[in-house]
C-alpha cells in the first residue's frame, strides 16, 4: 500500500488515534515505499438498473457534496474500483450488494428471484477479474431451505460465502422481521458450516413502524451514528444468547465498524448474561448460551475495520479478541478507499503498536482473510 501524507486540513475533521491525531484530510501519495498489499470486503454495489435506489440511499448516508463520486463508484466493478484499489495498495475485493438489498423485499418469490439475479449479475461482472475480485451471495432469508440452496449454487461458482443486510423483511407491509437466530434457520446454518463459509451480518437502515417510532424524530442517527449498530448488536447477541453457536461451534460470522458497539460493552454484557440472566434463565427452564461472550468472539466472530479508521479504538478492540479476529475493510463507497488506506498506512508505526508488532499489522491487513476465505494466489499477494 502506498503511504501518504496529508495536504490541507481546514475543512476536515479529525480522528484521534492513540496519541496520534490523525487527520481525516485529503491524502497524497509519498514517495515512500510501498508496505503490504491489503484485502478489503465490505465492498459495496448496487445493479445499473437501480440506480434510482442507490439514490435513496445515498440521501441518507452520503453528504450532498460527494453524491457524484458515490454514484459512480456503487455501480463501477471492474473500472474504476480496481483504479482507486490499485493506486491505494488494495490487492483483492470481495463485492456485496449495497443495503437493503434482498433483505428489504418483503415478498419471497420476488426476493429470491432478485438474489439470483444479482448473483448471476456479480458472477458475470468478476469472471475475468478473479484474481482481484471475488463476491459474497445475496439470499433471500424468507426461507432458510431454500437461502442454503442459493448459497451452495453460489459458492459452487467460487463466492466466498454470503453477506446478510440484517433482518429479512417479511410480511404484506414489511413489519414482519425475520431473526437468523431462531430454530428454523438451523437448516441454513448447516449448510454455511458445511460449505466452511463465512456469513456477513451486516446492517441496514431502519423502515417502516420502527422508524417511524424511533427515528423519524431524530433521523440523524440513522446509519453510522446509531441505527446501524443497534440493529446488528441486537442479531448478534441474539444469535449468542439462542445458542446458534453452541449448536453449531465452527459457524464464520463477520461483523464491521469493529464490532457494532459491542467490544465497548464487553465487561457489562458479560457481567449480566453470566450473574443476572443466565441463572434466571435456568430458573424459568430456559435454555441460553453456553459460553462466555468472550468466547465467542474469540471462536467464532470475525470484526472488520470497515468505516471505523482510529487506532486508539482498533487497540482497544485487539486488547479483547486477539489481532488474529480482526480484518482490514474499508465499507466503499459509503467509506473512501482514499480514508481507509490512508489511516492504515499513514499511522502504520502506531497500528503496528496497538496491534502487537508488524506480523500482527501484516495478519489484520491481509493475513487473516487469506485464511478465513482460504484464498491462494491473486494480485499482489504477496506484495
Known amino acids: 500500500m502506498l503511504d501518504y501524507e496529508s495536504s490541507s486540513v481546514e475543512d476536515f475533521g479529525c480522528l484521534w488515534c492513540g496519541d496520534v491525531q490523525f487527520r481525516n484530510a485529503m491524502l497524497v501519495p509519498t514517495s515512500r515505499a510501498k ?4 484485502f478489503s470486503f465490505e465492498e459495496a454495489y448496487e445493479i445499473p438498473r437501480l440506480a434510482d435506489q442507490s439514490r435513496d440511499q445515498a440521501a441518507l448516508y452520503i453528504a450532498p457534496k460527494d453524491l457524484d ?7 463501477s466493478i471492474t473500472g474504476e474500483r480496481l483504479e482507486v484499489s490499485d493506486a491505494h495498495g488494495i490487492g483483492y475485493t470481495i463485492v ?8 428489504g423485499i418483503c415478498d419471497p418469490s420476488q426476493a429470491e428471484k432478485h438474489a439470483t439475479e444479482v448473483n448471476d449479475y456479480i ?6 477479474h478473479r484474481d482481484r475480485l471475488g463476491a459474497f451471495a445475496a439470499l433471500s432469508m424468507h426461507d432458510p431451505k431454500q437461502a442454503a440452496e442459493e448459497l451452495r449454487r453460489c459458492v459452487k ?17 414489511g413489519e414482519t422481521y425475520l431473526f437468523y437466530d ?8 448447516k449448510v454455511v458450516v458445511e460449505l466452511d463459509v463465512p456469513v456477513y451480518i451486516h ?7 420502527y422508524y417511524q417510532q424511533q427515528y423519524a424524530q431524530r433521523k440523524y442517527l440513522v446509519g453510522p451514528p446509531l441505527s446501524f449498530a443497534n440493529g446488528v448488536s441486537l442479531h448478534l447477541l441474539g444469535m449468542i444468547t439462542n445458542g446458534v453457536f453452541d449448536r453449531f461451534p465452527k459457524l464464520k460470522i463477520i461483523v464491521g465498524h469493529l464490532g457494532e458497539h459491542i467490544p465497548f460493552d464487553f ?18 427452564g430456559d435454555v441460553m448460551c453456553k459460553k462466555t461472550i468472550y468466547d465467542y468472539f474469540k471462536n467464532n466472530i470475525y470484526l472488520t475495520t470497515s468505516g471505523h479508521f482510529c487506532t486508539q479504538t482498533l487497540k482497544y478492540v485487539a486488547e479483547y479478541v486477539g489481532p488474529e479476529r480482526l480484518l482490514f475493510s474499508v465499507d466503499y463507497p459509503y467509506e473512501t478507499i482514499e480514508n481507509g488506506c490512508g489511516w492504515w498506512d499513514g499511522d502504520v508505526e502506531n497500528i503496528k503498536k496497538a496491534l502487537g508488532g508488524e506480523e500482527a499489522y501484516k495478519n489484520v491487513g491481509r493475513e487473516n482473510a487469506k485464511k478465513l476465505f482460504g484464498l491462494g494466489k491473486y494480485h499482489d499477494c504477496d506484495a
Open 35 to 38: 508496505v503490504y498489499k491489503a
Open 69 to 75: 463520486r458515490y454514484m459512480r463508484q456503487i455501480k
Open 96 to 103: 456485496s450488494l449495497t443495503v437493503p438489498g434482498i433483505q
Open 123 to 128: 458472477a458475470n461482472e468478476i469472471k475475468d
Open 157 to 173: 461458482v467460487g463466492f466466498h460465502g454470503a453477506l446478510l443486510n440484517d433482518v429479512q423483511h417479511a410480511g404484506p407491509d
Open 182 to 189: 431462531q430454530p428454523a434457520y438451523d437448516k441454513f446454518w
Open 203 to 209: 446492517p441496514a437502515a431502519p423502515m417502516g413502524q
Open 267 to 284: 465487561w457489562r454484557i458479560n457481567h449480566w448474561l453470566e450473574d443476572v440472566e443466565k441463572p434466571l434463565a435456568a430458573k424459568a
